[in-house]
């Protein structure tokens, strides 16, 4: 096949979108465009979020240009995103971790949202390098790909989640109040037989070692949860042919699994950090009574 016909098989494929990949799926992989070796290596789907993140810095710096009091349409769109995202996480995480919660909330819900989003727009997984089949044109290298298909980025964004989890808790709980929270007694002594309490204690402990557990392997299910929506939707959409249907119905899984992500993460902080004062006497150190 000549290059003339690569070239107009390509622009063809960007504006329709449609399934010249072929019925065949889509590599869990992502493709490797420049290989440095030594494992170090730029991907289609690191690609793809590192042009789209510029993409919306610029766009956020144009929207928004110079705050002023009186906001332009632009200023006033994103203060009202803004102002819809702290009415929904602050009450998850409390009002003390929210000033340091909310900037990574933010970063997370739009980043994710817009890389879901991205396996929509005609061209993305049916512009590349490839081969002709039996008459039709097989991308085996696309250029574009959306970096929520890539186990990879959902790690990373996993990883950071947790990394940030971690730092809030530490600095707005305390490494005391986790501690209690974990494998502390929550019985009350006052109304709890004393025969009862201690095997209680025992029961907290045993809960507590689960608890730390589920936290371990956070990242892995925030990943995969991820992870698993998306590229199986990536999949659907190029084994249908972009057929409208599962189209609009990758735009609403695209928002659920951004909000299930960031929500996630906005309650495990709230877990710990979200004591109001009707709790205060269960934490150590706020009573008389230390921590059995």
Known sequence: MS??????????????????????????????????????????SLLTGWATSVVLVALVLWLVGKPTVL????????????????DLFEPIVGKKAFPASFPILVTFFVFILVH??????????????????????HITRPLIRPHNSDFNGTIAL??????????IVFKFAGAKVILWDLFGNK??????????????????????????FSIAIRPFTLSVRLFGNIFGGENLLHGTGYFFVFYFMELLVGLIQAL????????YIGLLCNHGDDHAHDEPGRSGEAPH
């Open 158 to 167: 996993a990883l950071i989640s947790f990394g940030a989890w971690a730092i």
């Open 187 to 212: 019985a009350d002594r006052k109304e709890t037989p004393g025969w009862l309490y201690p095997i209680l204690a025992l029961v907290f402990l045993l809960v507590g070692v689960i608890e730390v």
């Open 116 to 137: 879901n989003w991205m396996g929509l727009i005609p061209g993305v997984g049916t512009m590349g390098w490839g081969h002709d089949i039996d008459g039709h044109f």
């Open 3 to 44: 290059r003339a016909k690569y070239f107009v098989i390509s622009i063809v494929a960007f504006f329709l979108g449609t399934s010249l990949l072929g019925a065949e799926g889509v590599d869990p992989s992502a493709a490797r465009l420049i290989d440095f070796g030594h494992g170090w290596s730029i991907t289609n």
């Open 260 to 267: 299930v992500f960031t929500l996630l993460t906005s309650v």
């Open 71 to 86: 906001p332009s349409r632009g200023q006033a769109v994103m203060e009202s995103l803004i102002e819809g995202l702290r």
